[in-house]
């Protein structure tokens, strides 16, 4: 009997790859990768090829969190770029297969260091080498030069900033559950505290090591960066301390499980913060600005989770306690802009 799977017709599904020219070699099997807290992710496998696809969730009122068409065209201009990226293969824009956009790619073997017992067996050599490889793709990916790539219609980067600390103020009164004082404290501070950013480039939006897959015999070759679908033009500080903030010992509660980049073996903020201004050859200014808003981001996201697990709109474990770490995050986050008004 054939399994069902939440937001997935295999069957709609192999008519459409029929329809678009994609071979299918015996009957389409599926497998959850990804249970809903971002996109829902399943690997999709016949008797030769092996994809993974991507569609929003089946339900949530985070919409531009969600935006797999737009991950599709990152992800396309950036074959044969320095930043490592899964082969596409094929997408559907609309809803009219299987009631949401979603995207096809080739699945890239490796491995996926997710949590701290996927940690525990790299020795501390192999942690500093994977380390050093996911700074150096940041810079990289900061460096890419988007026009040329065929990504210069893809955002606008003049008042990205601005954009972003009224859009996950937006976010949150969309999602929140209760009211939180502090939140809307540090919103305030961030807004009257806006920086002149540098000049754009692409941005991830969600790096950090999970995001990736290592070559399975070398943990200092990342052979993809994957989850791309916030991705945009814009500021590359956010992105670094969106990865810094990723830090948080919070982050396992809005994952659901001990998470390998919040684990204690990993270099400290500082640390993370030097080697990008090194590998980038970037200033690193307002700094306490940029920490605080990924705060907020990372707290609206996890509010977002919990507004979905409360909804019974997740699928899979682990989505229970996400609420929990919003106080904590939007606590570090007034910590961190308490120099911001300087």
Not at 4 to 10: F, I, T
Not at 27 to 52: C, F
């Amino acid at each position: 009997m054939t399994a069902v799977h939440e937001g997935l017709d295999l069957a709609a599904l192999e008519r459409f790859l029929a329809d678009s020219g994609v071979a299918v070699h015996g009957e389409l099997r599926a497998e959850l990768i990804s249970g809903g807290k971002s996109n829902l992710t399943y690997g999709i496998l016949d008797d030769v090829s092996h994809w993974v696809l991507r569609r929003p969730p089946t339900a949530g009122l985070t919409p531009s969190a969600h935006d797999v068409a737009r991950e599709f065209r990152i992800t396309s201009a950036l074959q044969g770029s320095g930043v490592p990226v899964a082969p596409t293969v094929v997408q559907c824009e609309d809803d009219s297969v299987m009631g949401a956009p979603f995207t096809l790619v080739e699945f890239v073997g490796g491995r996926v260091v997710r949590s701290k017992a996927d940690l525990d067996v790299l020795r501390d050599d192999e942690i500093d080498s994977c380390v050093g490889e996911l700074v150096r793709i940041l810079a990289e990916l900061h460096k890419v030069d988007f026009d040329a790539v065929g990504l210069g219609g893809l955002g606008r980067p003049d008042g990205y900033v601005t954009r972003q600390v009224k859009l996950w103020a937006s976010q949150w009164g969309r999602v929140k559950t209760r009211e939180l004082p502090d939140l809307e404290r540090l919103h305030a501070v961030l807004a009257e505290s806006i920086p002149v950013s540098p000049a754009p480039s692409i941005v991830h939006g969600d790096y950090r090591i999970d995001n990736t897959i290592l070559d399975t015999g070398d943990t200092g070759h990342v052979v993809a960066v994957v989850d791309w679908e916030l991705s945009t033009l814009g500021d590359p500080l956010t992105d670094l301390a969106m990865m810094c903030v990723y830090r948080h010992p919070a982050l396992d509660d809005v994952l659901g499980f001990p998470a390998a980049w919040s684990s204690e073996r990993l270099p400290a903020i500082d640390d993370l913060v030097q080697r990008y201004a090194v590998a980038s050859g970037r200033e690193i200014a307002h700094w306490d600005f940029y920490m605080g808003l990924a705060y907020l981001k990372l707290a609206v996201i996890a509010e977002g989770i919990n507004h979905r697990w409360r909804a019974g709109a997740t699928v899979g474990d682990g989505f229970d306690r996400a609420g929990e770490a919003v106080p904590d995050l939007v606590a570090a986050g007034l910590a961190a802009v308490k120099g911001a008004r300087t």
